[in-house]
């Protein structure tokens, strides 16, 4: 390995919902964060299956980022599969956010994927940035110019999005790959974690908090403080050691949206 990291995990089903819809995976050099949605043991089913299918490849010394793409795609068709063969879970979906340490040759990068409204931020150097698109309606709106932001969090179709495995046979997949630094911190979370906690003080925290861990729980506190009306999960991945040869790449070298081929899903039904 040329990229080391620590992380640390959790997800939690907040004040207000009966379950946690929400899964997570912490297993280097992967990390998956998905927000199951479908009514009564769907949501649960369809986390869980993408969790699980990510599964395969935990302990693996470093994947690539077509290995990537192609667990996204079985996940979504695992998904499909098995909603096919249970009534009660029939049309359930999930959203997935995840980052792999991945090697291609010599080379390590850190891949962020993305489909649905879970997200990804970087902090490094004191500044929080946002590295995914939310695949929703609003965000749409407000990329075409027909919302603002703040008009955007209060919107009363915000939970819809559109897109997310299990929906359509093919699913398109945001990449994103990133040379990183020592110091900086990854953040996955679902949107349990956003729509509580402000991002400036999401930032606070993790320029502050010693640990991933420390950060982790944190961020979770919070959210729990602001009333955790939906699940939350989060995932802070800290990159502690960089080699010669990863050194140097710009951030941001590729973005593919629609690399895993195929039509973008509808919102679910
Ligand atoms: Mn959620």
Do not use: W
């Not at 009660?88 to 390590?108: F, K, P, Q, S």
């Not at 911190?185 to 502050?208: H, N, P």
């Amino acid at each position: 390995m040329t990229i080391t990291a620590r992380s640390h995990g959790a997800t939690d089903r907040g004040r207000v919902r009966a379950v946690n819809q929400d899964a997570i995976l912490v297993a280097p050099p992967l990390f998956v964060v998905a927000d199951g949605m479908g009514g009564h043991a769907a949501g649960e089913a369809a986390s869980a299956t993408t969790v699980e299918t990510f599964q395969t490849y935990s302990g693996a010394a470093a994947v690539d980022a077509q290995t990537v793409l192609d667990t996204v795609a079985a996940a979504n068709a695992e998904i499909i599969r098995r909603a096919s063969l249970d009534p009660d879970i029939e049309g359930m979906g999930t959203t997935v956010v995840g980052l792999a340490i991945t090697r291609a040759g010599t080379d390590d990068a850190v891949v962020i994927f993305n489909v649905g409204d879970s997200r990804a931020y970087l902090h490094r150097d004191g500044t929080l940035r946002q590295l995914t698109t939310d695949h929703s309606l609003v965000a749409e709106l407000v990329q075409r110019g027909e919302l603002d932001a703040f008009e955007a969090e209060d919107h009363p179709n915000r939970h819809i999005v559109t897109r997310a495995l299990g929906m359509t046979p093919t699913v398109d997949v945001d990449i994103v790959s990133v040379a990183p630094l020592v110091g900086d911190r990854f953040l996955l979370c679902s949107d349990g974690l956003t729509r509580e906690v402000a991002f400036e003080e999401i930032g606070i925290v993790l320029s502050t908090l010693p640990d991933p861990s420390a950060a982790v729980e944190e961020l979770v506190a919070r959210t729990h403080a602001a009333g955790a009306h939906d699940n939350v999960s989060v995932v802070v991945v800290e990159i502690t050691a960089v080699s010669a040869e990863a050194v140097g790449k710009t951030l941001d070298v590729d973005t593919e949206p629609g690399a895993a081929g195929g039509t973008t899903a509808g919102p679910p039904g």
